[in-house]
């Protein structure tokens, strides 16, 4: 897994398993977008005409070298370990990406404008059903157990926040649990009707409202 970020000019790096970071030159931070999914010759048809073919080729041989020498994209040598203790461990709480879109998309977000250097998408409800279930399942003997609601910015898939929210309820209610919900939102598409909502459903509304103006919208 790797995070990947803007700052000061630089293009920024962070292999998240071995801690290693880079600071890499734009056809570097454009080929790490496609590398994991696409074969040499598919990189190479998108990116050759943008840079050149010597510099792509030049640059997908240092993303290589890095991945041999463990350094980007290495194995979670952790994996193993968690997955064999998979029965020891009680889930408390989970957070929901219902919304990979902001209706802002702010150019310093570290969510990349919202959308995770991904497309942009919202969660369907069977998606969050899902993992409503996992998190009841495998909370053992806990009895309190948290949602946060997520983006992007959740308000855009309020629908499905809502439907998750009954669904964690009567679900919680039968193994004796109960779901507490959390929503980080920057507030802009409320209205009377959600915030009303909103108060009679969460525990908690966070709002995220920074930046300056200048920086804020694309």
């Known amino acids: 897994m790797i995070h990947k970020y803007k700052m ?6 962070l292999d998240v398993n071995s801690g290693a970071v880079h600071v890499v030159e734009d056809i570097v931070y454009d080929i790490l977008d496609l590398f994991k999914d696409s074969p ?10 943008k840079y050149g073919i010597e510099q792509f080729n030049e640059a997908l041989m240092e993303v290589n070298k890095l ?38 998309r702010c150019k ?23 993992a409503i279930d996992f998190l009841i399942e495998n909370s053992g ?3 309190r157990l948290e949602v946060d609601f997520f983006g992007g910015e959740p308000m855009m898939n309020f629908d499905v926040i809502k439907a998750t929210i009954e669904y964690g309820r009567n679900k919680a209610k ?4 109960h779901v507490g919900f959390t929503i980080t939102t920057n507030a802009l598409l409320l209205d009377d009707e959600s915030i009303e909502y909103l108060n ?5 509304v966070v709002l995220s409202i920074d930046g300056r103006k200048k920086l804020m919208i694309t």
């Not at 009679?200 to 908690?204: F, H, P, R, S, Y």
């Open 67 to 104: 991945k041999e020498e463990g350094l980007i994209f290495s194995e979670d040598t952790y994996k193993d370990f968690i997955l064999s203790r998979k029965n020891d461990f009680q889930v408390k709480a989970i957070c929901l990406n219902v919304a990979h879109d902001c209706n802002l």
């Open 8 to 13: 000061n000019g630089m293009n920024i790096v």
């Open 174 to 177: 039968n193994f004796n649990k």
């Open 108 to 130: 310093y977000c570290f969510a990349s404008t919202g959308d995770y250097h991904g497309n942009r998408k919202l969660m369907p409800f069977d998606v969050a059903k899902k």
């Open 141 to 143: 003997n806990r009895k």
């Open 200 to 204: 009679e459903n969460m525990d908690n």
């Open 40 to 49: 040499d010759f598919e990189l190479e048809e998108k990116l050759k005409n």
